[in-house]
């Protein structure tokens, strides 16, 4: 199973912005909850560049639902954190999500911070799934 997505009537329709205003879960399903994933490499350095960042984020939630069993259509939810966030970074961090994600649209919030744990750290996104069956 995955998450069914909706965008009901009346209000604003998300998808051309890769999200859903609404992701349900059938009861009953086991989630998994992936931790905030900076734009960290293996080694764990950071490029100095968000969208190198931002696609190395959508790399490791992609890694972790890959150790999971999961693939990004699981997802039921994602959450990010932008560090200094603007109209720019928003098109980057989508670009980055589309490459993830592709179509599939899951609920979603963008919030923008003034820093996150590490202070290299641009970008950190986190995700909820339903694991398959």
């Known amino acids: 199973m995955t998450p069914r997505l909706l965008n009901p009537k009346g209000l604003y329709d998300p998808s051309p912005n890769s999200y859903s205003q609404v992701s349900i879960v059938e009861a009953g399903r086991q989630l998994a909850f992936i931790s905030g994933q900076g734009g960290d490499n293996p080694d764990g350095s950071f490029s100095p560049d968000f969208a190198t960042q931002a696609a190395s984020a959508f790399r ?74």
Do not use: S
Request: glycine content about 4%; some cysteine.
């Open 60 to 133: 490791n939630v992609g890694l972790a639902l890959d150790a999971l069993g999961a693939t990004p259509q699981h997802v039921a939810k994602i959450t990010v954190l932008i560090v200094d966030h603007d109209m720019e970074k928003l098109r980057i961090m989508q670009a980055a999500q589309r490459m993830l994600l592709g179509a599939h649209h899951p609920a979603a919030t963008l919030v923008p911070v003034p820093c996150l744990a590490l202070p290299q750290m641009l970008i950190e996104v986190e995700a909820v799934v339903e694991l398959p069956a």
